[in-house]
């Protein structure tokens, strides 16, 4: 059983694999970076001193911005350029964060290698649309304070992963997040008023929109609730456990009410704890643990 587990999810990471190659030549060939455009139309505006989030906006466009201001006002002087660099630019930094991703995860660990094949559709999708998904996922990996409260900044519900430090009554870690994420708050007052107090207007469940949305919310609104609550509920019991911090991840990744298959790709930051996150280990040290879990 154990063999046929392990060749299971070989199967599955290849298949997974030649799945993202193919998602991965669809999306460069008909929207190529298409959510980098929303973040340099909406640093734009900021820089010609228009409203960040028009009321006119469609909120089924990838074009839309949904997100709060800080990552438009940290693109403002990256809008400032012809629109074909500032796609080269943020296309490179999309793939350096992957990459630090796997770093931080570990390169040696063949269950970073199997998962992200098994989420190869979802982590090409992100990637090829220069979708902001994969920086959360990066700072989602690193299991620090601070990577939480900006993954939070970027796109609210990652900031969910404190659950994890509270179930685990880590009042210093949690300090921290909060800290951090009141200080990204009044940095987005200070700088972008006008900004801070739409988002605050903005944001509501009519942002879901008409998407092809794999969110329990897109069959019941209740159901939805019944299952978030669930969850964080699932979230606080297992903290403590060596599941605390996967089940932290899956749940601020899946909770959302507008969850696109592209989001998948961060359930990749759940292979490392925060103790650990970070660290590549020894070669040595990182065969022990595949061969415990082959064995259980």
């Excluded at 028009?54 to 693109?75: K, N, Q």
């Excluded at 605390?244 to 359930?267: D, E, I, K, N, Q």
């Amino acid at each position: 059983m154990r063999k046929l587990l392990r060749l299971a999810v070989f199967a599955a990471a290849a298949v997974g694999g030649l799945a993202g190659l193919g998602v991965l030549a669809i999306h460069l060939g008909s929207d190529p970076l298409a959510d980098a455009r929303a973040y340099y139309d909406a640093a734009s505006r900021l820089n010609a001193g228009q409203p960040l989030y028009p009321v006119s906006g469609d909120i089924d466009r990838a074009e839309f911005y949904r997100y709060p201001p800080l990552l438009a006002i940290v693109v403002r002087p990256f809008a400032m350029l012809p629109y074909p660099v500032f796609a080269v630019l943020w296309e490179a930094a999309i793939v350096a964060a992957f990459g630090a991703t796997l770093w931080r995860l570990g390169l040696r660990r063949p269950s970073t290698w199997l998962l992200t094949g098994i989420l190869a559709w979802s982590i090409t999708w992100a990637i090829s649309i220069g979708q902001a998904q994969v920086l959360v996922t990066w700072l989602v990996a690193t299991g620090s304070p601070l990577g939480i409260a900006l993954a939070g900044q970027m796109k609210l519900f990652p900031g969910l992963v404190a659950l994890y430090w509270l179930g685990r009554r880590d009042w210093p870690a949690l300090s921290r997040f909060v800290a951090f994420s009141l200080a990204l708050v009044a940095v987005q007052l200070a700088l972008e008023p006008r900004g801070s107090m739409d988002f605050l207007a903005l944001t509501n469940l009519d942002q879901v929109g008409q998407v092809r949305n794999f969110s329990p919310y897109a069959v019941s609104p209740e159901l939805w609730l019944a299952l978030a609550l669930a969850g964080m509920l699932a979230t606080l019991a297992l903290a403590r456990t060596r599941w605390g911090w996967a089940a932290a991840v899956a749940f601020s990744t899946l909770v959302t009410p507008r969850l696109l298959l592209y989001m998948l790709g961060t359930l990749l930051a759940a292979l490392r704890r925060p103790s650990d996150a970070g660290r590549p280990e020894p070669a040595v040290r990182d065969r022990a643990p595949d061969r415990l879990a082959e064995r259980s």
